[in-house]
């Protein structure tokens, strides 16, 4: 496992750091190692970069583990609240395509927003994402998660 994160700390900054991220086999890490990588994403990479990272590996990865034992880990939610910390990378990589989903569950709604409820968010980034979830088709569950 540490030899893993000694590769991992140097995909941030390749080119193809996608295609070697996927070489490592993200669905397979465990709860802990997900926090471990979305430390070293979320100050690593640009907004736009870690917004795919959210996107794509934390998001899917959160779902199934909420869906899987009902509940959260720990370690998961702590990536999550570490993600908030490029707020505008987790609205567009995990909030927004959570909501957009359509299969959003009221579990999903609440662990969402008990992260949200937790960070400090700037003003702006707050707001912008609030009319880009009311613009969406009404969904109980997207309402709840602001």
Known sequence: MLLMFHRVQHIPSMQLWEDVLYLTE????SA????????????????????????FVLLPR??????????????????????????AAFFKGILIPLCQSGTCSLREAVIVGS??????????????????????????TTRYTY
């Open 62 to 87: 959160v779902r199934e583990d909420i869906q899987k034992n009902k509940r959260l880990r720990f370690a998961l939610y702590q990536s999550l609240k570490k993600a908030l910390y490029k707020p």
């Open 115 to 140: 992260v949200i409820q937790k960070v400090s968010i700037p003003f702006l980034h707050s707001s912008a994402v609030l009319m880009k979830i009311a613009e969406l088709d009404y969904c109980g």
């Open 32 to 55: 802990n190692a997900m926090f471990q990588a979305t430390r070293i994403f979320s100050s690593n990479l640009c907004a736009k970069k870690a917004q795919r990272f959210y996107r």
């Open 26 to 29: 993200p669905e397979k890490w």
